[in-house]
T-cell receptor
Framework: SQTIHQWPATLVQPVGSPLSLECTVE??????LYWYRQAAGRGLQLLFY??????ISSEVPQNLSASRPQDRQFILSSKKLLLSDSGFYLC???????????FGSGTRLTVV | AQSVTQLGSHVSVSEGALVLLRCNYS??????LFWYVQYPNQGLQLLLK??????LVKGINGFEAEFKKSETSFHLTKPSAHMSDAAEYFC????????????FGSGTRLQVQP
């Protein structure tokens, strides 16, 4: 069966520090991968999506970036965090030609 | 472009009462529609989805939703609320073209009163 792992679960980082959140999927190949952010009291915003290794599409201009170094690995990064980067970050995957979306358990990021 | 509107950011019902969470969508192509539930500090769990076929979709935990193309709606219902249903619910839309990414509504927080 397919599983998705996302870590860390919580993170407190100072302003200006770097960020690396990792997401891996098991039990499938060639998944579509997504990073969403959920700010306090708001809905979910798509940040990045990827349809293959090295293929990243950005939805919202910001100081975050994403990379997909392996088929089932998706990384969200920042060189210098801002206070506004605080939020709940969710990784998700879907089958390339399917309709299901499965989410990871999320990372609560607090920038102080 | 696709969009989702969830009417009511907060809904409160009594235990045992009908749950109705409203969702309207906008899509220029045939939509795929989803309802997700989120418990505090957790990821999203799929309740149900509509892709093609029968317009009344049954999901987990006794929830169901009906796709009404003429009304561009996909409202979520449950005949009898349980305390454990208290959570945030998100409606989402995607399509068979483009990036296949979900566009979410802003969410509805459901409270269940004893």
């Amino acid at each position: 069966s397919q599983t998705i792992h996302q870590w860390p679960a919580t993170l407190v980082q100072p302003v200006g520090s770097p960020l690396s959140l990792e997401c891996t999927v098991e039990g499938t190949s060639n998944p579509n991968l997504y990073w969403y952010r959920q700010a306090a009291g708001r809905g979910l915003q798509l940040l990045f999506y990827s349809v293959g290794i090295g293929q990243i599409s950005s939805e919202v201009p910001q100081n975050l970036s994403a990379s997909r170094p392996q088929d089932r690995q998706f990384i969200l990064s920042s060189k210098k965090l801002l206070l506004s980067d605080s939020g709940f970050y969710l990784c998700a995957w879907s089958q390339r030609k399917g309709y299901g979306y499965t989410f990871g358990s999320g990372t609560r990021l607090t920038v102080v | 472009a696709q969009s989702v509107t969830q009417l009511g950011s907060h809904v409160s019902v009594s235990e045992g009462a009908l749950v109705l969470l409203r969702c309207n969508y906008s899509s220029s192509v045939p939509p795929y529609l989803f309802w997700y539930v989120q418990y505090p500090n957790q990821g999203l769990q799929l309740l149900l989805k509509y892709t093609t076929g029968a317009t009344l979709v049954k999901g987990i935990n006794g929830f169901e939703a009906e796709f009404k193309k003429s009304e561009t709606s996909f409202h979520l219902t449950k005949p009898s609320a349980h305390m454990s249903d208290a959570a945030e619910y998100f409606c989402a839309v995607s399509s068979d073209t483009g990036r296949r990414a979900l566009t979410f509504g802003s969410g509805t927080r459901l409270q269940v009163q004893p």
